[in-house]
């Protein structure tokens, strides 16, 4: 089942993330680190899920980050919060890189096969978060978008459908293919991380 | 292979172990950013961030005025410009004619020295003399 994460955050004590913007559009400097310690850690992680590539995502995170500074002085408080759209930027942001990776439409993008298991088990490895990070990295790049915007960020299909620019059911195939293939990719490692048979 | 198919294969981590790894996921608290991008994203901040004092309301527009004269300097010339027509103004300069007249008295004060200069005789040389003076200097 999906869940709320970092797509829904609750913000943490203190002054909201509207607050600390509009502090930021005033001129205050440690408003700005402040918005910076609670969002971009996130945003950073996304971004490396859905392009499983570190430079490629902290470029993404820089280019987030940058647009929320932009619309600091216009950001209308009590909407969507900060946080919300910074995390829909990113998802757009990263999909279009995507898409120009491959130089087509990411709906038209040819799955490959499954990978050997030899390499499975030299990349799965680690704690049960490395071991799905990892998996993730081996799924096709639109399971791997689908299932990170489904079961990771907490997106409904139909947005997953708006922001991939296909239709729903294709998310739907998508996100149950990728899932059986993460549980396929993980069954090895079943006993490491901790799960009976 | 559905889903019931799954989680009763030993091919396959069951869903449950699936949903709990998502769960852990989700739950766990992003790594603190890597140096490097924390000082580009601040430095990106710095750079996009508005003025620290926004000014709002009356005193913006009396400082967007000042501004379309050039700044102090511009309404200093302004000012300047303003004292001195109201200096003529009380002075009272007179008639225009009065101007003119005064004007003409000061150019002939002038003149003698002018007319001076002129009855030394007329700045005239011949053709033929010019023409030896050419010759002269394209023979140096």
């Given amino acids: 089942m999906p869940r709320d994460s970092s797509y829904q955050m609750t913000e943490p004590e203190g002054q909201s993330d509207d607050a600390l913007l509009a502090r930021y559009a005033r001129g205050d400097a440690a408003a700005a680190r402040e918005l910076l310690d609670r969002l971009a850690p ?3 992680r996304l971004a490396r899920r859905l392009l499983q590539d570190q430079a490629e995502a902290e ?3 820089q280019d987030a980050m940058l647009r929320l500074w ?5 950001w209308q408080a009590g909407g969507a919060k900060p946080s919300t759209w910074l995390h829909r930027v990113t998802v757009n942001l990263a999909t279009d890189r995507l898409r120009r990776r491959r130089g087509v439409a990411l709906d038209a993008i040819e799955e490959p096969g499954d990978p050997a298991p030899a390499v499975v088990e030299a990349m799965i490895d680690g704690d049960r978060r490395r071991a799905l990070d990892d998996a993730l990295a081996l799924l096709p790049d639109r399971q791997r978008v689908a299932v990170v915007l489904r079961h990771l960020e907490g997106m409904t299909n139909p947005e997953i459908a708006a922001t991939m620019g296909i239709g729903v059911e294709a998310v739907e195939s998508l996100t149950a293919r990728g899932k059986r293939r993460l549980a396929q990719l993980l069954v090895g490692r079943r006993d490491e991380l901790g799960f009976e048979r | ?21 998502f769960a852990q996921a989700c739950d766990d608290a992003p790594a603190p ?5 924390q000082a580009r994203l601040m430095g990106d901040a710095i750079a996009a961030q508005p003025r620290r004092v926004r000014q ?11 501004a379309e004269f050039g700044g102090v300097p511009g309404l200093a010339g302004v000012a300047a410009a303003g004292l001195a027509g109201v200096w003529i103004g009380f002075s009272g300069p007179g008639l225009t ?11 002939a004060t002038v003149s003698p020295t002018v007319s001076g200069w002129v009855e030394d005789g ?5 053709g033929s003399d010019l023409l030896t003076l050419m010759n002269d200097e394209a023979e140096r």
Avoid: C, K, Y
């Fill in chain 2, 1 to 21: 292979m559905n889903q019931d198919a799954n989680n009763r294969s030993p091919d396959f981590l069951d869903d449950a172990a699936l949903d709990a790894l």
């Fill in chain 1, 42 to 44: 996130r945003v950073l």
């Fill in chain 1, 70 to 74: 932009r619309i600091a002085p216009d």
């Fill in chain 2, 97 to 107: 004619g009065d101007l003119v007249t005064e004007f003409w008295q000061g150019a």
């Fill in chain 2, 122 to 126: 007329p700045l005239v040389v011949a």
């Fill in chain 2, 56 to 66: 709002d309301g009356i005193a913006a527009r009396f400082a967007g005025w000042i």
């Fill in chain 2, 33 to 37: 950013l890597p140096d490097a991008l």
């Fill in chain 1, 59 to 61: 470029d993404v995170t």
